[in-house]
């Protein structure tokens, strides 16, 4: 904290309206206004058509398509521990692409490598084609845990973020009002020491835009937040498609069907799989049967229970849902359990894998 005041000081603050005074605080901007900041901020620009002022040494901008990351034979060793164990990965430029594994996988990892914060054993990551460290200009970063100096406001924040990447003026102050503003924190006040923890996630992803990135690396953004948290950060997310490339790293499953292009999934340090989300459902195995009958299914339960495919049975009157290990045998046996029990059949399919079932197949199902 002591540092974070010294680099404050140092940089200053920008001229702006009084803080603590709500009057003429400005609401959340609907999608909309939002998707037009993106635009603006994307197009390289405010309204008025100014660039950013980069400093001394801007990055040169990515050149269109292409992969926008890259991990090539990616190790991280601590100790005996091996947290990544030969990581070969391609992020193609502007998609959203997720970063899936359990918890302990090596996501978090493999993120601080990229951002510098950690060298690899072996291997290399690059950003656009670059290795040099100017590459991480071209970065934005939410970590999981992300940290704020409590004393400032959000504004404060964000303006220091700002001038951290070279930019300044007017072109600053439309950023971080209009970011705020998006985030559903325009109109807040207080201290960052105040806030909730999904205040502090969405103000995170607003310190992660201000410069506009051509890589946004998210790692854990809706961790621990509350549903309406998560569908905020969520929509954030889905608004930045075909903007900037986003890297995506989560646990949660329902997250990444939600917002993501493309998946890898990562266990015990290593690549398991990586495909779209369609393709990946598609590796899955139907294991889920639906099944409905003309009347009361009591009778076919009875003649279903001890079959060698069957492991699991769920009744609703005259409908079933059935959990099988041999799906092909299943579908040939159970009219002939129809048959026996003299009913009628309305419906019998499978039930599409989920994300999640092919998840837990590629994974092992459990943790240790």
Same mark, same amino acid.
């Given at each position: 904290?002591?540092?974070?005041a ?11 309206p009084?803080?603590g005074?709500d ?6 901007r609907p999608?909309?206004?939002?998707a037009?900041?993106?635009?603006r901020?994307y ?5 008025a058509?100014?660039?950013p002022?980069?400093g001394?040494?801007?990055?040169e901008p ?8 890259e991990?090539c ?16 990965l ?5 998609s959203?692409?997720?970063f899936?594994g ?6 978090t990892t493999?993120?601080?490598i990229?951002?510098g914060l ?5 291997g290399?990551a690059r950003i656009f ?5 100017g590459a ?8 999981d845990?992300? %940290? ?11 303006e220091?973020?700002?001038r951290?990447h =070279? !930019?300044g +003026? &007017?072109e600053?102050?439309?950023r971080v009002s209009a ?5 559903a ?5 207080g ?11 969405r ?8 410069h506009a990135?051509?890589l946004?690396l998210?790692?854990?953004p809706?961790?621990?937040l509350d549903p ?9 997310v889905a ?7 986003v890297?995506?790293s989560?646990?949660i499953l329902?997250d990444v069907?939600?917002?993501c292009?493309t998946?890898?999934?990562?266990d015990?340090?290593r ?8 393709e990946?459902?598609?590796r %899955? ?10 009347a009361?299914?009591?009778r076919?339960?009875? =003649? !279903?229970? +001890? &079959?060698p495919?069957?492991?699991g ?5 005259s ?7 041999d ?5 040939r046996?159970?009219?002939r359990a129809?048959?026996a029990?003299?009913l009628?059949?309305v419906?019998?399919e ?8 092919v998840?837990l197949?590629?994974?092992?199902g459990?943790?240790s």
């Amino acid at each position: 904290n002591l540092v974070g005041a010294a680099v404050y000081l140092a940089v200053g603050r920008l001229p702006g309206p009084a803080v603590g005074s709500d009057a003429g605080a400005p609401e959340a901007r609907p999608a909309v206004e939002a998707a037009r900041l993106i635009e603006r901020l994307y197009r390289g620009g405010s309204e008025a058509g100014t660039s950013p002022a980069w400093g001394e040494s801007p990055p040169e901008p990515p050149a269109g398509g292409g992969q926008a990351l890259e991990l090539c034979g990616l190790r991280k060793h601590f100790g005996a521990t091996i947290a990544l164990d030969g990581i070969d990965l391609e992020v193609p430029a502007g998609s959203i692409f997720g970063f899936l594994g359990p918890n302990g996988a090596g996501k978090t990892t493999a993120l601080r490598i990229l951002t510098g914060l950690a060298r690899p054993t072996a291997g290399c990551a690059r950003i656009f084609d670059r290795e040099d460290p100017g590459a991480r200009r071209l970065i934005g970063y939410l970590p999981d845990v992300p %940290g704020f100096y409590p004393w400032m406001t959000a504004a404060e924040f964000l303006e220091l973020s700002g001038r951290l990447h =070279g !930019l300044g +003026g &007017a072109e600053l102050e439309e950023r971080v009002s209009a970011l705020l503003d998006w985030m559903a924190l325009g109109a807040v006040r207080g201290r960052i020491g105040s806030f909730s923890r999904g205040m502090k996630q969405r103000l995170g992803i607003a310190q992660a835009l201000v410069h506009a990135p051509a890589l946004l690396l998210l790692d854990e953004p809706t961790s621990a937040l509350d549903p309406i948290g998560r569908r905020e950060v969520l929509d954030a997310v889905a608004l930045l498609r075909g903007h900037t490339t986003v890297f995506f790293s989560s646990h949660i499953l329902a997250d990444v069907e939600r917002v993501c292009d493309t998946v890898a999934v990562l266990d015990r340090g290593r690549i398991v799989a990586r495909a779209s989300v369609a393709e990946l459902r598609s590796r %899955g195995r139907p294991r889920r049967l639906r099944i409905e009958v003309r009347a009361e299914a009591e009778r076919l339960v009875a =003649g !279903l229970k +001890g &079959a060698p495919w069957l492991t699991g049975i769920r009744r609703e009157g005259s409908r079933l849902e059935i959990e099988v290990r041999d799906p092909e045998r299943a579908e040939r046996e159970i009219p002939r359990a129809l048959a026996a029990a003299g009913l009628g059949l309305v419906r019998l399919e499978a039930v599409e894998p989920t994300l999640e079932d092919v998840f837990l197949e590629l994974v092992g199902g459990k943790r240790s």
